[in-house]
């Protein structure tokens, strides 16, 4: 039973950092897509990050291009966001997300996947408020 339990949000002013954590558990962790999607009430889902974990390919949203830092502990089977020079548009509901059913390939052909919304899987989510 695949399982992915997000940790981490908060609320900060612009310009502060946060760090997400996702814990991934019920598959083979480092041969599948891993990522983190957004979604803000009123707006589209947005994909933010994604990374193939058995060779730390990523590949990013240029909305956050520069500012944040996907990062996985293959040891720990655990996802990360590191999040700096935050802004109010980066307020959202943050999903951590995987794709078990296929093997990955490239850290951009997963965010590309993410943006398709195939992956089957996503956790409860956790809310980063970011004030001005």
């Known amino acids: 039973q695949v399982q992915l339990v997000e940790s981490g949000g908060g609320s900060v002013e612009a310009g502060g950092s946060l760090r997400l954590s996702c814990a991934a558990s019920?598959?083979?962790?480092?041969?599948?897509?891993v990522g983190w999607f957004r979604q803000a009430p009123g707006k589209e889902r947005e994909g933010v990050a994604a990374?193939?974990?058995?060779?730390?390919?990523?590949y990013y949203a240029d909305s956050v291009k520069g500012r944040f830092t996907i990062s996985q502990d293959s040891a720990k089977n655990t996802l990360y966001l590191q999040m700096n020079s935050l802004k109010p548009e980066d307020t959202a509901m943050y999903y951590c997300?995987?794709?078990?059913?296929?093997?990955?390939?490239?850290?951009?052909?997963?965010?590309?996947?993410?943006?398709?919304?195939?992956?089957?899987?996503w956790g409860q989510g956790t809310q980063v408020t970011v004030s001005s």
């Open positions: 019920g598959y083979t962790y480092s041969d599948h897509c």
């Open positions: 997300a995987a794709d078990p059913s296929i093997r990955g390939f490239s850290g951009s052909w997963c965010y590309s996947r993410l943006g398709l919304r195939r992956y089957n899987y």
């Open positions: 990374i193939l974990p058995r060779n730390g390919d990523t």
